[in-house]
């Protein structure tokens, strides 16, 4: 399975600022995913991130929130804007490899305050 | 840290049980399903899947039966560990689809008494 990292591993930040969190992975793959879990909930898919196209975002999620780059085939990143408490979540990236199979990074937990 | 378990369903069993989690999914169209294991502090961790055209599927350890009459997925984890203590989660999608969207259950905490 792939190795995915995560940049931050966690962050504090204050409202209204933005994070750019990264997602490296050490083979190339097509098709990444961005996920959100609040505390205590599911993961939620944010958007599809596939390298040279636009990503697709979910219902809920606006690409001026949750801008997402995506430069080449090992590299993505997502920031989350103009932070709010309801923002602290962790943020997960994942990568689809094989027919079905999808793996996931060890998440940042972000907690705005 | 904080925990993603705490409003979660729990299950709590004795070392060396065996351990039984059940899932519930939404769509019938849904042709892929995986089973993710989310120890805390953790991203999920791919335990086992199965396809629609198959009802049963074993891995070391642990079995997922799939029951599409009534759309229920289960994970029996035999000889349950303390290393076993985790959120888990089933996940479903149509695996035909373009963009293969995983959708997510709402876990269970699994944990597991010495």
């Known amino acids: 399975s792939a190795v995915i990292s995560q940049k931050p591993s966690r962050d504090i930040c204050q409202r209204g600022t933005s994070l750019t969190i990264q997602c490296q992975v050490d083979?190339?793959?097509?098709?990444m995913f961005w996920y959100r879990q609040q505390p205590g909930q599911s993961l939620t898919l944010i958007a599809t991130?596939?390298?040279?196209?636009?990503?697709?975002?979910e219902s809920g999620f606006v690409i001026d929130k949750f801008p997402i780059s995506r430069p080449n085939l090992t590299f993505s990143t997502l920031t989350v804007s103009n932070m709010s408490p309801e923002d602290s979540s962790i943020y997960l990236c994942?990568?689809?490899?094989?027919?079905?199979?999808?793996?996931f990074g060890p998440g940042t937990r972000l907690t705005v305050t | 840290g904080e925990s993603v378990g705490l409003h979660l369903p729990t299950l709590s069993v004795q070392e060396g049980d065996n351990s039984i989690i059940n899932c519930a999914y939404s769509?019938?169209?849904?042709?892929?399903f995986i089973w993710y294991k989310q120890e805390s502090g953790k991203g999920p961790q791919f335990i086992i899947d199965?396809?629609?055209?198959?009802d049963k599927r074993q891995g070391q350890r642990v079995t997922v039966l799939l029951n599409k009459t009534v759309k229920h997925l289960s994970l029996q984890i035999a000889a349950t560990q303390p290393g076993d203590s985790a959120v888990y989660f089933c996940?479903?999608?149509?695996?035909?689809?373009?963009?293969?969207?995983?959708?997510f259950g709402k876990g269970t905490l699994l944990t597991v008494n010495p």
């Open positions: 994942s990568v689809r490899q094989g027919l079905r199979e999808q793996y």
């Open positions: 083979s190339q793959v097509t098709m």
């Open positions: 991130a596939n390298q040279g196209s636009e990503a697709t975002y």
């Open positions: 769509n019938s169209a849904s042709d892929y």
């Open positions: 199965i396809r629609s055209n198959m």
């Open positions: 996940a479903e999608t149509l695996s035909g689809g373009s963009n293969y969207k995983l959708t």
